[in-house]
């Protein structure tokens, strides 16, 4: 059980266009989805943290118009990267909470995605 | 502010060996403490999570420790393999956030 899922696994663009990452959980109702950022070599940074139904929160230093984040289900998150540019190239994680079962402070995270801009 | 570190930032070592990979953190008030293995080019791969009450927990070969009083967590791999070569990560939780821990590479030697 708790499993969430990235689409795509792995995304190559021309700088200027924009990405979509989808992140869902499988067999659980994630009433919070956590989106990271990682680097090479490095570990997980905060991005930001969405509850369905309302804004994300976003992190200091993560420009909120650079990466558009919905939640507009308790099963779906997604992240758009607008305007991606080089320095946007990353490895993108996500990750998913609920609030209706017992393990309330547990995230499930997925596979993540590689972004890699052109 | 959380802050999450861990020492050796890598470790290489022959194979059977016993380990002990560290984190510490600056705030006591966590929720619970995952450990968590990472492939090259990988996710996550959830390998223990303790919870602020417990004081440990063991998977296989694995057993990881939390002691809040001292901002310390370890995680114990006995008798490695090749195959345990990857990063390890352990992330704190508080108030519904994970702060992740700067990682250490191991490479266990055939």
């Known amino acids: 059980g708790a499993v969430v899922s990235q689409h795509p696994s792995r995304v190559i663009c021309k700088s200027g266009t924009s990405v979509k990452i989808e992140c869902r959980s499988l067999?659980?109702?994630?009433?919070?989805m956590f989106w990271y950022r990682q680097f090479p070599k490095k570990s997980l940074m905060l991005m930001a943290t969405?509850?369905?139904?309302?804004?994300?929160?976003?992190e200091q230093g993560v420009e909120k118009d650079k990466f558009l984040i919905n939640h507009a289900s308790l099963t779906l998150s997604t992240l758009t990267v607008t305007s991606a540019h080089p320095e946007d190239s990353s490895f993108y994680i996500c990750?998913?909470?609920?609030?209706?079962?017992?393990?309330?402070?547990?995230?499930?995270f997925g596979p993540g995605t590689r972004l890699l801009v052109l | 502010k959380q802050e999450v570190t861990q020492i050796p930032a890598a470790l290489s070592v022959p194979e059977g060996e016993n380990l002990v990979l560290n984190c510490s953190f600056t705030?006591?008030?966590?929720?619970?403490l995952q450990w968590f293995r990472q492939d090259p080019g990988k996710g996550l791969t959830s390998l223990l999570l303790?919870?602020?009450?417990?004081r440990e927990q063991t998977s296989g070969r694995l057993n990881a420790s939390l002691d809040k009083s001292s901002g310390r967590s370890t995680l114990y791999i006995a008798a490695s393999q090749p195959g345990d070569s990857a990063t390890y990560l352990c992330?704190?939780?508080?108030?519904?956030?994970?702060?992740f821990g700067t990682g250490t590479r191991l490479k266990v030697l055939a």
């Open positions: 990750s998913a909470s609920s609030l209706l079962g017992l393990n309330q402070e547990t995230q499930y």
């Open positions: 067999d659980f109702q994630a009433t919070t």
């Open positions: 969405s509850n369905e139904g309302s804004k994300a929160t976003y």
């Open positions: 705030d006591s008030a966590i929720y619970n």
């Open positions: 303790i919870q602020s009450s417990q």
């Open positions: 992330a704190a939780s508080g108030t519904y956030k994970y702060i």
